[in-house]
Each structure stands twice: as structure tokens, then as C-alpha cells.
């Protein structure tokens, strides 16, 4: 859910930095496609959607425990098709494996948690400065999430965007989701 969106930032902002302004393009949720983990899957996502003309996220995302920097780590792949064509690249850009909690203290708090709201549209627990670790387990709402891309960098590529989101739990996969996005220039 969060972590899935915040994907797309943190790949997005680790190349190009920073920019706070009305961006010159536009971004749609496109497509969620979650995977299981090899083994086991504790994080799932398969609750998740699109929905609607406004193209929403909305849906749930499942810890089956709670999450450790110690076990957990997550890793984030970008794949660009620039003619939306469906024809995707992989970016050299990306998040490497990172441990959970210093990605939500450094990555999520920044460039996601300003979309969601605790008690408006999520019920995901507000990470304060100190970060939140360990993630608590537990199922966690999103409900009509609009991207506030504001803190997003005025140069990204432009077209379909595909983030590989995964969750390792002692270096095995243990579930992730694909988000894709349409980037256009504003009108």
C-alpha cells in the first residue's frame, strides 16, 4: 500500500533530488499487481486496487508479523516504457535492499506519509521524526489515496512507470507488489 507508492518516490527522488513546486506533469495510478513470497508471504498485498474515473488506491495491506530491521528488508526496481507501450526498460536507478525501519524513517515519512492521513484514509500509525520500529503487524486500510506529489522532483520520465516493490524477510522474498503509474506532461 504505502510502501508501494513510496517505491515510485524514493526511486524517483534518490536520482534527481528534491523540488518543491507544481510539478509540469501529471501522475495516474495505473495497474497493482501483487506477488507472493517464495516460501511464505508476509506481506500482502492482493487486497489492493485502482478503482474508479479518479484512479484511487484503495484496499489493505496484511503484516503477518511484526517487522525488524533485523529480518526485514525491502528493495525497490523502476522500469520505464516511455510510449506506454508496455515495452519496459529497467531504469539504473532503484532502492537497494534496505532495512524496513530505516526506510520508513528515512523514505516513507518524506515522500508518503504527507498522502496518508491517519483516521482519514489509513489507519497505518503516523511515523513520528524518531521513526516507528518494529512495523506493527496487522492489516492496514487505504481508502481513496490521491498522490500529493509536491515533494516529487519536476524531472521524471514521462510515460508508463513500473516500480517492483519486495519485502525480504531474511533475505527471502516473502511478498511485493508491482505499481505502475502514467506520467504526462500537464496541459
Request: charged share 25%.
Amino acid at each position: 500500500m504505502k510502501f508501494c507508492q513510496s517505491a515510485i518516490l524514493i526511486i524517483i527522488c534518490v536520482l534527481n533530488g528534491f523540488v518543491k513546486a507544481e510539478q509540469p506533469y501529471t501522475v495516474k495510478n495505473e495497474r497493482l499487481e501483487y506477488f507472493k513470497g517464495l516460501k511464505e508471504t508476509f506481506v500482502d498485498m492482493s487486497d489492493l486496487k485502482v478503482v474508479g474515473r479518479q484512479r484511487f488506491i484503495n484496499g489493505s495491506v496484511t503484516f503477518g508479523e511484526d517487522m525488524f530491521s533485523e529480518h526485514y528488508k525491502f528493495q525497490v526496481e523502476i522500469f520505464s516504457s516511455p510510449q506506454s507501450d508496455g515495452q519496459y526498460k529497467q531504469l539504473p536507478m532503484g532502492v537497494p535492499r534496505t532495512p524496513v525501519c530505516e526506510g520508513i524513517k528515512d523514505l516513507y515519512t518524506k515522500l508518503l506519509q504527507p498522502s496518508l492521513v491517519e483516521g482519514e484514509n489509513t489507519n497505518f500509525p503516523f511515523v513520528p521524526e524518531e521513526g516507528l520500529c518494529p512495523l506493527p503487524k496487522g492489516d492496514y486500510y487505504v481508502k481513496n489515496l490521491d498522490m500529493n506529489t509536491d515533494s516529487w522532483p519536476n524531472q521524471i520520465p514521462r510515460g508508463l512507470l513500473k516500480a517492483k516493490l519486495t519485502f525480504f524477510k531474511d533475505e527471502i522474498n516473502v511478498g511485493g507488489i508491482f505499481v505502475i503509474i502514467r506520467v504526462e506532461d500537464r496541459e
